[in-house]
DNA sequence: AGCACA
């Protein structure tokens, strides 16, 4: 691991110097790749309902953003970038003098700056935005993708199936970690079967729909009580009519927008602070 | 599948 960072411009001690610096953005690009972020791909894999980790480490490092609602794991190579490229700066600084000396007639090594000096002080002021370039880049190119949500997606979550004696403290808890999560409203209804006895309905308000897109993707199929008979799986879906105190007045991702939701247009100027 | 609050 050292050598790769030491070496980050003269390999081994120059041994091919014109060979161009060879940033680790592949391997972050790769990881990238093969990031299954395609929305309601897959048939509910509870499994990897590591909803858990999946919201903690995205929306955690997202610090504004939900942005990165679905990027789960493009914080996680967000921060593997940097204390990498932290190395590689030291490390040109340090080489610096000994490449100078051994390579005094390549002046590609020197880079934009012409001067190692230049080079170096570059690097420690700009590296971390450089590589974070870099990797806004991709997350943008990731982030189209990610942009993705269901037609009907709106910032209000309509969850099912939570037990009877579910309280709404009980269930703002589960919500309450997701980024955009605002409140969540308890309702009890009557069961269709007149035998079933009451039902409690539950929608949840986010910022806007693709942080409700997150919660709803982790929490799909949750199961609120592993003990119980047909342990409670929590069904989350889009609420038809996003909610009165108006999808975040902040929210541009209201509703789908490839639909003819007259009813999305709704007077957002709620005016609730 | 089942969608309320203003």
Request: glycine residues 22%.
């Amino acid at each position: 691991m050292g050598d790769y960072g030491g070496s980050w411009r003269y390999a081994g001690g120059g041994a091919d110097p014109r060979r161009p610096v060879s940033t680790p953005t592949k391997r972050s690009r790769r990881e990238y790749g093969d990031r299954d972020i395609g929305y309601g791909a897959r048939d509910r894999g509870y499994d990897d309902r590591g909803a858990r980790g999946g919201w903690r480490d995205g929306d955690g490092l997202a610090g504004g953003g939900d942005l990165m609602s679905y990027g789960g794991g493009l914080g996680g190579n967000d921060l593997g970038m940097g204390p990498g490229l932290g190395l590689a700066g030291g490390g040109v600084g340090n080489m610096g003098p000994l490449s100078l000396v051994g390579l005094p007639d390549e002046p590609t090594i020197l880079g934009p700056g012409g001067r190692m000096v230049g080079l170096d002080g570059g690097m420690g002021g700009r590296a971390g935005g450089l590589n974070l370039n870099g990797v806004a880049a991709e997350a943008d190119a990731l982030r189209g993708n990610v942009d993705v949500l269901p037609p009907d997606a709106s910032s209000t979550l309509f969850v099912d199936g939570l037990p009877q004696d579910c309280s709404r403290r009980e269930a703002a808890h589960i919500f309450r970690p997701f980024i955009g999560f605002k409140e969540v409203r308890l309702v009890h209804k009557d069961a269709k079967r007149v035998n079933g006895g009451k039902v409690v309905l539950c929608f949840v308000e986010f910022a806007d729909a693709r942080c409700a897109a997150t919660a709803l993707e982790a929490l799909q199929g949750y199961k609120f009580d592993e003990t119980d008979h047909d342990s409670y799986a929590l069904r989350l879906t889009f609420a038809r009519h996003p909610g009165p105190r108006g999808p975040a007045r902040d929210d541009p991702y209201r509703g789908g927008r490839e639909h003819g939701d007259d009813y999305n247009q709704r007077p957002r100027g709620g005016g609730r602070r």
